[in-house]
């Protein structure tokens, strides 16, 4: 079975920094389309940051640019995002997905409904 397990969420005061990971099993980590979406309370699935398969490719949305960094760890089965200079806005349950296949285009981003598989989430809560 595949598996995605997030990890990493906290509790964080504006400015703060956290560090998400994802493990995977189950599927061929290596040749596989990675990216982190989230969801706040009330609001749509939005996707943040996607990789490609062997990590030399990235989008990010607007909202995140320049603040977050998607990375992956081929080796390790393991797909990271680093937040900086957290906002109070990107609070919610963060998700990483796999999506089926080697090509990565800019509007993936943009499309949860095309990716194949989610991990369980892990709460990000910004507060003062």
């Known amino acids: 079975d595949v598996q995605l397990v997030d990890s990493g969420g906290d509790v964080v005061q504006p400015g703060g920094s956290l560090r998400l990971a994802c493990i995977v099993s189950?599927?061929?980590?290596?040749?596989?389309?990675m990216g982190w979406f989230r969801q706040a309370p009330g609001k749509e699935r939005e996707g943040v940051a996607v990789i490609s398969y062997s990590g030399g490719s990235s989008y990010y949305s607007q909202e995140v640019k320049g603040r977050f960094t998607i990375s992956r760890d081929n080796a390790k089965n393991t797909l990271l995002l680093q937040m900086d200079n957290l906002k109070l806005e990107d609070t919610a349950t963060y998700y990483c997905?796999?999506?089926?296949?080697?090509?990565?285009?800019?509007?993936?981003?943009?499309?949860?409904?095309?990716?194949?598989?989610w991990g369980q989430g892990t709460q990000v809560t910004v507060s003062a």
């Open positions: 189950g599927l061929s980590f290596g040749d596989t389309t």
């Open positions: 997905a796999a999506k089926i296949g080697m090509r990565l285009d800019w509007w993936d981003i943009y499309r949860a409904n095309e990716w194949n598989y």
